[in-house]
């Protein structure tokens, strides 16, 4: 029969080597085979599973001589036995119950095995057929040889692999093929390669201490070793389980199905995948493995077993491979025969040949992987129709949720400078304000109380503030050590004992965020609960020195493990684990471990992270230099444009929201039944799928909608216009009062404040500032389309150019860059006051459309150019908002005499400003306007005050460059409305949820 496609080149980075007890153990394996019954199992139609000629061809103790090269005698026979055992059990399975489509006579066999699996061998009952009869005699050779601890993984592993067969019995029978991400995840556990990494262990007599047998390294080292051998393993046996058997559990199948593509081009991307798999491996075996065992303080004794292990698992590889290109059981045509330059030939050589075709798939992965461009102008990208079958719901308490949300990140400072950014902060209150991440919360439990809201809402916000904080602070410097301080400390803020010990005084927001947070979570759970939330949280915030690890060796992760690393930095386990303990009462423990309910939760978290990716990927990629996002992953991975690699990934987003329907549909009821749950067990996990609903429903309809990642707001954000750099350098602090731009008002009183902490629902809600005289609201002038154009940016009045000292009631917040700028830190305080900028101060920043800000002189004012305000921008700066944005305290300011387009002229006069420096400002106002000093009239728009460039009165439209409209609900205590109920409104007017309980990008 002519092959299916031909092999691809493959990636054999390591020779492989003969173990010289094969013939003793061929001899063995037969013996034992026959002596188990295996050679006798009769299938339905009459005929036998294997017979002895057809297991000599498969030849497996040849298989087990190739990948443990270096065990004894002994060993090797247990191993091979192994491998005829688990080969044995998948060629039986398939013809008792896969071929039959018999699901529950499947499920009774499993559930018989699982009994020969006990700590004591004695225990097991009695073999009734072949299958039991060698599980019951393996089991009682291998488990006195180790460790208790390796006893647990490897019962787990074979568990898996027989167990979730049944996957692969369900897809049959539904005729149903796997998606992409769905296959990799499963086919680990039914595949077993785990299995085989825990018999790693065995042959070479050494274990890896428990102590780090969970940790990310070592996981993915397993993770990577596993899926390489199965991707290989399905490029070589497609012929016979797809093409002669009918099987569609083959990732070369699910890549034909997926893509959409010819066979061969998907055997292509399956090998592809697979050298990144071996490439992901080697850089975890170099690169993460001695700093885990110094970290850990290994003895050397163990140190040596775990470099006998990586040893192993590369010895696998390159015996597997060579064992696939042998055996009659796979299409192998002239995979065994490689051109040879002059190296060693025989059994037992295949791959130890110099050849640089067994190299050029891994170097060609690396070169694609570290030369990637950095902040390419992409553009917006726009998103595809995605699936999305359930409605957005919203809690009634959003209004009181918005009012809380800002005064608690106040509270917390994260709107302070910060060390390594101490010009500007990571967030200021205009931006978080756009954020609208209280309204997220809403969205995904609508159905909680204010308090639980409250709380959600502060998670979203601390894990979205430090997702941003750790690329400002230390990826720009590339200081990863910094950051594995950083995140070290962060566990101290989580004490599993709450009475025993106090945590020590945070140093930054982040930490003080995460005590506050702490505190009030784990308080009212169990010490287990504690220590999984804890590990949760550990595991999101050790995802983010990840990202910064690639950064510093501008490295793109690997696909594979970029999604399950993806889950991790947008926080979608630490929401499930929050999710799990509210059922923790009526669900059992197990249950959360059956893949019915791990497979709904991942589908789930997957399709909420991608659309993260997709809306994102303008800001990450043209703005912040950032390659963690799938779109660019599936571009360098498929060398595919960007629009391709888009479709693609909402392809993948929308087959992992049918997969969550199609577990919804069939197998949730399934498992209610299998395990017999009782009906409060059935309504609480019911209730999970319903707030898994709402958690995708909610995260979408915010993306869709938020002005975090609008076009106009990134170019505000990240590339102020010059005249808002000219009004960013101007002087402040002590001393500066008498720096007076020609033409400018008079310095108005400022208005008392409240401090920080004061609640901030105490505020009345104010009304909307009245529109410029001839015009009416919602007409042309105050519409989004028609705020801060050039004629109207002239019009506006601007105002006072000074105010009081930051730090007191009243005072603007510290002087902040715009994001994504870094400059010193002028001079302030006495003798400061009138600084002359230098001639390439400002020249340095460039506008949305690159030009350069307008040389200043020194001892020569010139006032900057007109600037348009651009679309978008926001009114408030620092929790203020000029007059027509109907702050709490308003006035009505008179545009300055000989200014330009509103706008003071830069250069500072007046005694005591020869020698002083620039001090970075704000550049938050729309169109770079600074922010007027509040007066102290009552609360109100101030008679004749026009609107600022027609922008809106609501502090969320604004931010979005939203229309003005009538302001609703409490006030927060920022001095700027809160929003209508509903959420903000992005550039086109519709409303903003945000997504709770995940960080955002």
Request: proline residues 11%; negative net charge; glycine residues 8%.
């Amino acid at each position: 029969m002519q092959q299916a496609f031909t092999l691809p080149d493959f990636y054999l980075p390591y020779p492989a080597r003969l173990n010289p007890h094969l013939e003793r153990t061929r001899d063995h394996s037969m013996r034992w085979a026959r002596d188990m019954g295996m050679l006798d199992a009769a299938t339905p139609s009459g005929g036998l599973v294997w017979d002895e000629p057809a297991l000599a061809a498969m030849d497996y103790a040849l298989m087990c001589a190739y990948t443990h090269p270096d065990c004894d005698g002994p060993m090797l026979d247990l191993i091979t036995d192994w491998y005829v055992w688990v080969f044995f059990f998948d060629d039986n399975f398939l013809e008792l119950y896969k071929y039959p489509r018999d699901l529950a006579g499947g499920r009774r066999h499993l559930d018989r095995l699982e009994r020969f699996m006990t700590a004591d061998p004695a225990d097991s009952p009695a073999p009734e057929n072949a299958a039991e009869a060698g599980l019951a005699d393996l089991w009682r050779r291998t488990v006195p040889l180790m460790s208790d601890g390796w006893r647990r993984r490897f019962t787990t592993s074979t568990h898996n692999l027989m167990v979730e067969s049944m996957w692969e019995l369900d897809n049959i029978q539904r005729e149903r093929i796997a998606n992409p991400v769905e296959y990799i995840q499963m086919r680990r556990r039914v595949g077993g390669a785990p299995w085989s990494a825990n018999l790693v262990e065995c042959a070479v007599g050494a274990e890896i201490p428990d102590a780090i047998a969970r940790t990310r390294p070592m996981r993915v080292l397993c993770d990577t070793f596993s899926d390489a051998v199965h991707l290989r393993n399905d490029l070589f046996s497609y012929q016979r389980e797809v093409r002669e058997e009918g099987e569609n559990s083959n990732a070369v199948l699910v890549f034909e199905h997926f893509f959409g593509c010819p066979t061969q081009e998907a055997a292509e991307r399956v090998n592809d995948l697979l050298t990144s798999r071996l490439v992901q491996f080697e850089d975890t075996a170099l690169g993460e493995v001695a700093p885990l065992l110094a970290k850990h303080a290994v003895p050397p004794d163990q140190q040596a077993g775990v470099a006998a292990y990586v040893k192993g698992l590369q010895d696998w590889q390159a015996g597997g491979h060579e064992w696939h290109a042998r055996s009659s059981r796979y299409m192998n045509e002239g995979a065994a025969v490689r051109p040879v330059l002059g190296g060693p030939t025989g059994l037992g050589t295949g791959a130890a040949r110099p050849s640089p075709l067994a190299l050029a798939p891994g170097l060609r992965v690396r070169a694609q992987r570290h030369a990637h461009p950095l902040l390419v102008p992409v553009g917006h990208l726009p998103v595809p129709p995605l699936h999305m079958p359930y409605p957005v719901r919203t809690s009634p308490h959003i209004d009181d949720a918005r009012a809380y949300a800002v005064g608690w990140a106040r509270a917390m400072g994260f709107f302070d400078s910060v060390p390594g950014v101490e010009a500007g902060g990571v967030w200021d209150e205009r931006r978080f304000l756009g954020f609208d991440l209280a309204h997220c919360a809403a969205m995904i439990h609508a159905d909680s109380d204010p308090e639980a809201l409250y709380l959600s809402s502060d998670w979203l916000a601390w894990g979205t503030y430090g997702d941003d904080y750790f690329p400002v602070v230390f990826g720009a410097t590339r200081n990863v050590a910094a950051a594995r301080v950083c995140n070290a400390r962060l566990s101290l803020f989580m004490p599993i004992d709450l009475g025993h010990a106090a945590p020590p005084e945070p140093t930054n927001p982040l930490e003080r965020g995460l005590a506050d947070l702490w505190r009030r979570t784990a308080g009212p759970l169990p010490t287990a609960q504690r220590e999984q939330f804890r590990t949760a949280v550990e595991d999101m915030t050790s995802s983010w020195v990840w990202e910064l690890d690639n950064q510093a060796l501008h490295r793109i992760p690997d696909p594979v493990d970029y999604i399950e690393m993806r889950r991790c930095t947008f926080g979608s386990d630490m929401t499930m684990s929050l999710a799990r303990f509210a059922h923790l009462g009526a669900v059992p423990p197990e249950v959360h471990q059956t893949r019915t309910l791990r497979e709904l939760e991942t589908a789930a978290q997957d399709f909420a992270m991608l659309t993260n990716d997709l809306y994102s990927y303008q800001k990450e990629v043209e703005f912040e230099g950032e390659f963690h996002n799938l779109v660019v992953l599936v571009q360098n991975f498929l060398s595919v444009d960007r629009f391709t690699a888009r479709d693609l990934v909402a392809d993948l987003m929308n087959e992992r929201m049918r997969q969550f329907e199609h577990i919804l549909a069939g197998e949730l009821q399934e498992l209610f039944e299998e395990y017999g749950l009782a009906p409060e067990a059935r309504a609480a996990l019911t209730r999970h799928a319903d707030e898994l609903k709402d958690w995708m429903s909610g995260i979408l309809e915010w993306h869709r909608k938020c002005v975090r990642y609008v076009d106009a707001e990134l170019r505000r954000t990240y590339r102020p216009a010059p005249a808002d750099i000219a009004d960013w350098l101007t002087p402040k602090g002590i001393g500066t009062a008498g720096l007076r731009p020609a033409g400018a008002t008079p310095k108005t009183a400022a208005a008392p404040t409240r401090p920080p902490s004061t609640p901030a629902a105490a505020d009345p809600p104010t009304a909307p500032a009245p529109a410029r005289a001839g015009t009416t609201p919602g007409s042309a002038a105050t519409s989004p389309s028609h705020a801060g154009t050039a004629s109207e940016s002239a019009a506006s009045p601007a105002p006072s150019s000074t105010a009081p000292a930051a730090g007191r009631p009243g005072a603007p917040p510290a002087p902040e860059p715009p994001n994504g700028v870094r400059v010193p830190v002028g001079a302030t305080g006495l003798g400061t006051s009138a600084a002359r900028p230098t001639a390439p101060a400002a020249p340095h920043f460039a506008s949305a459309s690159g030009a350069a800000a307008p040389a200043v002189s020194s001892g020569v004012p010139t006032p900057a150019a007109p600037t348009a305000a651009p679309t978008g921008a926001a009114t408030s700066v620092g929790g203020r908002t000029p007059a027509a944005a109907s702050a709490p305290s308003a006035i009505a300011a008179t545009p300055p005499t000989g200014s330009t387009g509103g706008r003071p002229p830069l250069t500072a006069t007046g005694l005591g400003t020869s020698a002083a420096r620039l001090v970075p400002g704000r550049a938050d106002t729309p169109g770079g306007t600074p922010s007027p000093a509040p007066a102290t009239a009552p609360p109100g728009p101030s008679a004749g005050a026009p609107s600022p460039s027609g922008a809106a009165t609501n502090a969320h439209a604004a931010a979005s460059g939203a229309g003005a409209g009538p302001v609703t609900g409490p006030v927060p205590d920022h001095g700027v409305p809160a929003p209508a109920t509903g959420a903000a409104p992005d550039p086109s007017g519709a409303r903003v949820p945000v997504p709770s309980g995940a960080t955002t990008r």
